[in-house]
């Protein structure tokens, strides 16, 4: 099974098992349409292509850890879409699920979704037992408090930010989690994959604030701008767009010196380059040159 | 160490472990705000008095369970409170999180704390590894899709609800993931408990739906009359106020007698019946006479 159909098939494997003729059918839905057709799902291949690199000798268990991975980061842009933060109609070209659904359900679909994301790894633990509370601390690591998305959003609601510690809780913790949980799921040492998962994050994040100061609403498939408009933090806000381009490259350089010696190098610094040149504005030159 | 103070400091050692110097001050303050003073701490209560009758020879992952539990309980009232819900400002007779602190927090107070009690539970798993995924996914059952608390809030976004599905999930779902955790804790087979969470569950259901019908505001420390409000179903609308007193009566003796044969079956049946009388309005042989 190639990857793309191997990320699917796990996150419907999960939807499946939380939905059924007991559930709440919209609500259902709701998480259904949050989840896919999907982005890049660039988390569980991070996943994916770790666990690949550290054997992979539980595949249940790495399909497992990218479904969760996956299912914690759709949540948290559904919560994120919501009017009382980002209040954006649209998302991947297409209403958000509050815009579609109303509040309530988007709110539950979140929710319903963060469970899901633990529960899929206890499922998948059977043969494997004594990697799932590394799985999951590792996971809620990335997501909770003190320092990941959760976090990141709650820095948003202080006066003073700091602006490293922020991008690092809402986007670089997630990057970490995926690397270190798909050695984990294969039995590997999750500590020399930190480094890998940190520059990404960080590359992820400088992309993120170029397109959303260079790209209109319609290449990005949601609301443009939303840095300045919600007076957030931005790379290219505090230094400017050509010193943040310089940043992003020296992020992914970093990225790929970062990956540990292993089977697996080659097809992990492909998944970095393509990621590169996928995330990199394509108006760029006209702007930075 | 009491029973108060045992639940007390394992929801403190958890929210310590979420807060800290890295951590955006607010959120920290506001996930605090939610668990402390607390209510009455039924659920972890419960689940403590179950591992009590099971041998508990795994107190830290007992304590964790109640903590889990309880963190569940109360993100699943933030939530609920919150303006697209029941937009409820009191709780606990004080403002509700969303009214001291905001929307957005109270929305990611309501995350932070989903994701640490799933963090606690594998947190407090390392001498027992073969119980954190029963443990995780009865937690799970309890809280997520399709039938937990997650779902019962769904199916109020739904025209046609199934009163009974609605009313266990919402409520009952997670008494019985309570006192089913506590036996898993204790290394017990969960299964015989399922019966008594369901009753209890049932109870406080009941119990809660007289109490919004026949209560004042001030009484019961949040906004009275809201399944009439929000046109939700209720056993009281559905059967009156003199039927509802019977069932909630059938469902407590329902709860002793489920008790099965251990050594905590004196405390567990003291802690029903002491539960029973705090939750029976105190107007009622007034209206119920």
């Given at each position: 099974m190639d990857i793309t159909s191997r990320i699917d098939h796990a996150l419907r494997a999960a939807v499946d098992g939380a939905s059924g003729s007991d559930a709440p059918p919209q609500l259902a839905e709701a998480i259904r349409y949050a989840l896919f057709p999907g982005g890049a799902r660039v988390r569980p291949r991070l996943c994916l292509a770790v666990a690949a690199a550290c054997g992979d000798d539980r595949p249940e268990l790495t399909n497992a850890a990218a479904a969760s991975v996956e299912l914690l980061h759709c949540a948290s842009l559904?919560?994120?879409?919501?009017?009382?933060?980002?209040?954006?109609?649209?998302?991947?070209?297409?209403?958000?699920?509050?815009?579609?659904?109303?509040?309530?359900?988007?709110?539950?679909?979140?929710?319903?979704?963060?469970?899901?994301?633990?529960?899929?790894?206890?499922?998948?633990?059977?043969?494997?037992?004594?990697?799932?509370?590394?799985?999951?601390?590792?996971?809620?690591?990335?997501?909770?408090?003190?320092?990941g998305i959760v976090a990141g959003q709650g820095w948003e609601s202080e006066t003073s930010v700091p602006v490293e510690a922020y991008h690092r809780a809402k986007t670089g913790a997630l990057f970490v989690g995926s690397?270190?949980?798909?050695?984990?799921?294969?039995?590997?040492?999750?500590?020399?994959?930190?480094?890998?998962?940190?520059?990404?994050?960080?590359?992820?994040?400088?992309?993120?604030?170029?397109?959303?100061?260079?790209?209109?609403?319609?290449?990005?498939?949601?609301?443009?701008?939303?840095?300045?408009?919600?007076?957030?933090?931005?790379?290219?806000?505090?230094?400017?767009?050509?010193?943040?381009?310089?940043?992003?490259?020296?992020?992914?350089?970093?990225?790929?010196?970062?990956?540990?010696?292993?089977?697996?190098?080659?097809?992990?610094?492909?998944?970095?380059?393509s990621e590169a040149k996928r995330l990199k504005p394509k108006n760029l030159s006209l702007v930075a040159a």
């Open positions: 559904v919560h994120d879409d919501m009017p009382c933060f980002d209040n954006a109609d649209v998302r991947r070209g297409r209403p958000s699920v509050h815009a579609a659904y109303g509040e309530p359900l988007a709110l539950l679909a979140g929710d319903g979704m963060i469970v899901l994301a633990f529960e899929v790894l206890a499922r998948a633990s059977g043969h494997a037992p004594e990697r799932l509370a590394p799985l999951i601390t590792t996971v809620a690591g990335a997501v909770g408090m003190p320092s690397a270190m949980a798909g050695a984990i799921a294969a039995g590997a040492d999750p500590a020399p994959w930190r480094a890998l998962g940190d520059s990404l994050g960080a590359a992820y994040q400088a992309a993120d604030d170029l397109r959303d100061a260079l790209c209109s609403s319609q290449e990005m498939g949601k609301p443009a701008g939303q840095d300045n408009a919600h007076d957030r933090p931005s790379l290219v806000s505090e230094c400017g767009v050509k010193e943040t381009v310089g940043r992003l490259e020296g992020y992914v350089a970093g990225a790929i010196a970062s990956i540990p010696d292993c089977k697996g190098r080659a097809s992990l610094e492909a998944l970095i380059m």
